[in-house]
């Protein structure tokens, strides 16, 4: 005989999801989900990010990484609080669930932050599919991927609110077409912000930053 | 990527759903909806649902998928269509503006248990 359950598969998450954006809301926290490849230069975009937030807007990292302290040796030079999550404690897994967001937020007093970013995992797949409790979502790629990633990995940049195209500066030694590759973002994802940059010069960094200030305050006003 | 994550979730709801007068029965399937656009390999979760199933309330019960294809929605003047490449705007009035009606499934829909009456005979036999 059959038994009708009509559950989602990640139910558990999906519910750890929505207490997490609760207690963020309670305490006037705006989320930020950075999704990425390895290697896109998310960490050094980060740092520079946060360099230009604070103090103005109080900025937290939880910095997910299958293994080592790296990233988070790297972005706590910044002055922000920083946590590091290596999943490998957790299986391995190769992307932040929701449980782990709610744990490692423990060490933070929200009440002194306006700003969360979680670093995930470096991956384009399973992080798209995990609820973390996040305002916003956003994606970085740099010029020395494929044109074609967007294609490749359409969930994720389907799901977020904006891309980060990094490492422009390498633009004149390398065969990339960065239009084709905006392109390409659009076709999956009509209407979302991309932001052009180099982390290492900086260049682009500014539009960037009053975007991600801009969701801040709508989210903190009063 | 994180197949054998879901095929725990998806034992561990299937066990959670037997109905508490038919514990004993043998559940025979498992059936799932995937849509296309979920991260999940059919075939990866297949084999770690195997694997994962073995030893729980579910052992022996197979694993139906069915995948959900991507369909969407223009806004702008409501075609109603299937994606199957990855394009994501009207292909009536090229509109960026649509929103997903299927694709993103992750769900269980349905357990199958041994009937009753089968499951007292087998009892009985033994």
Not at chain 1, 18 to 33: C, G, I, Q, S, Y
Not at chain 1, 74 to 81: D, F, Q, S
Not at chain 2, 60 to 77: H, R
Request: charged share 25%; proline share 4%.
């Amino acid at each position: 005989m059959e038994i009708k359950v009509v559950r989602k598969v990640l139910d558990v998450n999906n519910t750890m999801a929505a207490l997490n954006r609760k207690l963020f809301t309670d305490e006037k926290v705006f989320v930020l989900n950075v999704m990425s490849s390895p290697g896109s230069g998310k960490t050094t975009m980060l740092g520079k990010t946060i360099s230009r937030l604070m103090p103005d807007v109080r900025t937290a990292v939880i910095v997910g990484d299958v293994s080592t302290t790296n990233d988070a040796d790297r972005l706590a030079k910044t002055g922000a609080p920083v946590v590091q999550v290596n999943t490998d404690a957790f299986g391995g897994d190769c992307h932040l669930a929701a449980h782990v967001i709610a744990k490692a937020a423990e060490n933070f007093t929200l009440a002194d932050v306006d700003l969360l970013i979680v670093e995930n995992v470096g991956n384009l797949v399973c992080p798209a599919e995990f609820d973390i409790g996040e305002d916003a979502k956003v994606v970085v790629l740099s010029v020395t991927e494929g044109e074609d990633k967007p294609l490749k990995y359409p969930l994720m940049f389907r799901v977020c609110d904006a891309a980060v195209l990094n490492k422009i500066d390498l633009l004149p030694y390398l065969e990339y077409d960065k239009d084709e590759a905006v392109r390409n973002i659009v076709q999956i994802h009509p209407g979302i912000p991309v932001f052009e940059i180099s982390a290492r010069t900086e260049d682009g960094m500014e539009s960037w930053v009053i975007w991600l200030k801009e969701k801040v305050k709508e989210k903190l006003k009063p | 990527m994180h197949e054998m994550g879901i095929a725990m979730q998806v034992v561990e709801i299937a066990a959670a759903s037997i109905p508490e007068h038919l514990k004993n029965s043998r559940v025979q399937g498992v059936y799932l909806k995937i849509g296309k656009l979920s991260s999940v390999v059919p075939d990866s979760l297949r084999f770690c649902f195997d694997i994962v199933s073995k030893d729980s309330a579910i052992a022996g019960a197979t694993l139906y998928i069915e995948e959900i294809p991507v369909t969407a929605l223009c806004k702008s003047c409501d075609n109603h269509w299937t994606i199957t490449g990855p394009a994501f705007s009207c292909p009536g009035c090229g509109s960026g503006k649509i929103v997903l009606i299927s694709g993103q499934e992750l769900d269980i829909s349905s357990i199958e248990i041994e009937d009753d009456s089968n499951g007292e005979q087998n009892s009985a036999n033994a």
